[in-house]
């Protein structure tokens, strides 16, 4: 479980990107971030991991003291993977290679710098089996196609073994067919591994289909909180809007596409 309490960030400028906010990610729950750009996902992801430090409150991590120590803060980092939008990958390396900078956190520096062992090489192995690519272990990553290069970022995120997968717009830079298929193998993998998941959408209908809660944020607030199922069109009009449906059953904002609205029509989940 990770909790956290009135966690806010304000960055350089007095750009304040996440307002005191209190949240808690239940173990082996995949919760979805949802909200415009600039709402605060990415900062709230970033502050899970402490790789943004929060300029208020705090962040527990269950069987972990306090986060303040460098010993805490590291094996919490060590239990927690990263999917990043644009994977970084190292090009020039091979889908092995790449999996196994995910052992990295469980080495000393000098050990790092000395070949892979045998263990690390089975666990690398393993992951990129788990996301259908054990035959393409030994390819550049930079001859692989944008799909398959998201699924190398994947098995890196695996082989650290994580308890928990922190996820920033996995598939924003996939065609609709390719990030649907990377979703739902992230949330099989996940699931057939006990990991808890986080992750920020922009596609409101993967976000449906996939998780199973969802967290709205409009201006660095969460402004919707509830079972994926029980998502309505008013609550994807104030994540996305703002607002919220009159008493007179007319909405005081009608901006809402109809592609987010036909998803829930048709009863996405």
């Known amino acids: 479980m990770i909790e956290l309490v009135e966690v806010s960030k304000t960055y350089k400028g007095g750009v304040q990107a996440l307002r005191r906010t209190d949240l808690t990610i239940e173990a082996g729950q995949v919760t979805v971030l949802l909200g415009p750009s600039g709402a605060g996902k990415s900062t709230l992801l970033r502050c899970i991991n402490l790789l943004v430090q929060p300029t208020t409150g705090t962040v527990r991590a269950a069987g972990l003291p306090a986060l303040d120590s460098r010993r805490a803060l590291r094996r919490h980092r060590r239990r927690t993977g990263m999917v990043f939008q644009h994977h970084h990958l190292v090009p020039r390396y091979t889908a092995l290679r790449n999996v196994l900078l995910g052992r990295v956190g469980y080495h000393s520096f000098w050990h790092g710098l000395l070949p892979a062992g045998r263990a690390d090489e089975r666990i690398a192995l393993e992951a990129l089996d788990q996301v259908g690519l054990l035959d393409n272990a ?132």
């Open 138 to 269: 030994l390819t550049r990553v930079d001859n692989l196609s944008g799909g398959m290069q998201q699924r190398v970022g994947i098995a890196r995120a695996l082989a650290q073994q994580p308890q928990l997968i922190l996820a920033d717009e996995p598939v924003a830079s996939l065609d609709p067919a390719t990030a649907g298929r990377v979703m739902a193998l992230l949330r099989r993998v996940c699931h057939d591994n006990g990991i808890t998941l986080v992750a920020s959408l922009h596609q409101v209908d993967l976000a449906l289909e996939h998780a199973d809660r969802i967290v709205g944020l409009a201006h660095g607030e969460i402004v919707h909180d509830s079972p994926a199922s029980d998502v309505t069109d008013d609550a994807i009009r104030l994540i996305y809007e703002g607002v919220t449906e009159e008493p007179n059953g007319e909405s005081d904002g009608d901006a809402v596409t109809s592609t987010v609205t036909g998803h829930l029509a048709a009863g996405v989940r």
